[in-house]
């Protein structure tokens, strides 16, 4: 090399610019280990208070766990004020209680037809 490829090279680096760019984000990864191993430290040395933290939560939730019921009704999810929920206690309370109610409604001819949608059109009256 000669001596002025060696002072291109000085000249390119200077004390304003950071020799490794990467090294902010490797300090950041090494503050967060650094944290969770002094965390790990701290609860080993405290184990008794740790466990006894556990079990309560853990008798805490199973004690929650006893009040959680199932059903497999979608409307439970909506308030009494819903208009859908609304429309679905005046079924039950029409038809009973079932879970679904399926009317087929059919015509013989064409011209019968309008017939068919007059007696839809009361049906959703009388349901809705």
Known sequence: MTNSALTNRADCVSEETPIRQRGDKVGVWFKILRGIFR?????????????????????????????????????????????????????????GETNQ???????????ERPLLLKAERALFYILG
């Not at 805490?60 to 929920?85: C, E, I």
């Not at 109610?101 to 011209?111: D, G, N, Q, Y």
Request: net charge positive; hydrophobic share 45%; no cysteine.
């Open 39 to 95: 965390l790990q430290r701290h609860f080993f040395a405290h184990q008794r208070m740790v466990l006894a933290i556990t079990a309560f939560l853990i008798g805490l939730v199973g004690y929650g766990l006893l009040d959680v019921k199932t059903s497999n009704d979608p409307f439970l999810l909506f308030g009494p004020g819903n208009t859908y929920r609304q429309k679905l206690e005046r079924q039950n309370e029409a038809f």
């Open 101 to 111: 109610t399926l009317m087929l409604l059919a015509v013989k001819t064409r011209e």
